[in-house]
């Protein structure tokens, strides 16, 4: 076990030279260091990322009591077998599937990600054999404070659209964060796969102009392992969390990243933007048995700004 020589896959690699940073030094490792491996137990939810049957990224929360998810070395993650899933997703995550995990702890911003294969999935849960597993600062992340839902509510069936309704426009006007699942696709078969990973900014952060979302790229690890991604395959998903309901947006695009754009001046904080074009998604009420209430805005995402146009 040891820190990987080789960080990047090319898309990443490529990322950087546009971005004008050059590759940084990274402290990526094929195993889990024993802080990362106390983590995630720590936690009542897991945010997921694979592909479809048609090779598109996929994005969830996977929720459980604390210990739903365990470490029983330093090369593997377990996801309990009574753990919740939303809707359909749990069909997408099957033996030999690459996955892509991240561990967000909003009650401290600690943030651990790792990526992997699914080893096993069935009755006794989900079994993954981790690739890569590294850290992530704490920047754009908010302070909630988390608690289960009420006794009685139940999730509503998933309901699926092409165009964006009032309801899905107003959750995303009022977003101060998102989850987007990319993957490398075929291009990669070693440093590749799929990733999840957060986004975050101050409500109006994104910018929608019909079925087209408009995102910044604020400051970062300069890793980039998303815009990297989406250099090799452009196709992406995006998971909005209703924190006061429990419900879930999830959105399928395809991206562009717009690495030189006047555009990004008119965002305090922006060094880049980049597009998301909604091809369909789903939405479902109630999805999840878990509430957040917002307890602080993160300095850093205090420090941004948002778009002027109406949604």
């Known amino acids: 076990m040891n820190i990987q020589p080789e960080l990047f896959h090319t898309g990443e690699v490529q990322a950087h030279a546009l971005a004008g940073s050059g590759t940084p030094a990274a402290?990526?490792?094929?195993?889990?260091?024993?802080?990362?491996r106390l983590f995630f137990p720590l936690l009542p939810y897991l945010m997921l990322a694979t592909t479809d049957d048609s090779g598109w990224p996929v994005a969830t929360i996977v929720?459980?009591?604390a210990g739903f998810v365990s470490s029983p070395d330093p090369m593997h993650l377990h996801i309990a077998a009574d753990a919740h899933w939303p809707g359909i997703s749990k069909e997408q995550f099957v033996t030999g599937q690459q996955v892509g995990m991240l561990g967000i702890d909003f009650n401290t911003r600690r943030?651990?990600?790792?990526?992997?294969?699914?080893?096993?999935?069935g009755d006794n849960g989900v079994h993954i054999s981790v690739t890569q597993s590294f850290g992530n600062c704490p920047r754009y992340i908010q302070l909630r404070d988390v608690q289960t839902a009420p006794s009685g509510e139940i999730a509503l069936p998933a309901q699926s659209f092409t165009e964006l309704d009032a309801a899905a426009r107003e959750l995303i006007h009022h977003a101060d964060s998102l989850f987007v699942a990319t993957t490398?696709?075929?291009?990669?078969?070693?440093?590749?796969g799929p990733d999840i990973s957060h986004r975050g900014?101050?409500?109006g952060f994104i910018r929608i102009d019909g079925n087209t979302l408009t995102i910044p790229d604020f400051n970062g690890n300069?890793?980039?392992?998303?815009l990297?991604?989406?250099l090799l395959e452009p196709r992406a998903a995006l998971l909005f969390i209703d924190y006061a309901s429990g419900s879930l947006l999830h959105l399928q695009g395809r991206t562009e990243v717009l690495w030189q754009s006047k555009e990004a001046a008119a965002l305090t904080g922006a060094e880049r933007l980049w597009r998301f074009h909604i091809t369909g998604g789903w939405w479902q009420a109630h999805a999840?048995?878990?509430?957040?209430?917002?307890?602080?805005?993160a300095p850093t995402t205090a420090r941004t700004g948002i778009w002027a146009a109406t949604y």
């Open 27 to 36: 402290a990526i490792r094929n195993f889990m260091p024993e802080q990362h």
């Open 63 to 65: 929720t459980g009591a």
């Open 111 to 121: 943030r651990n990600r790792a990526n992997g294969v699914i080893q096993d999935a």
């Open 184 to 192: 490398s696709g075929a291009h990669e078969t070693n440093m590749g």
């Open 201 to 203: 900014g101050m409500p």
């Open 222 to 226: 300069k890793y980039f392992n998303t």
């Open 228 to 230: 990297g991604n989406m």
């Open 288 to 297: 999840i048995p878990l509430r957040w209430s917002l307890r602080e805005i």
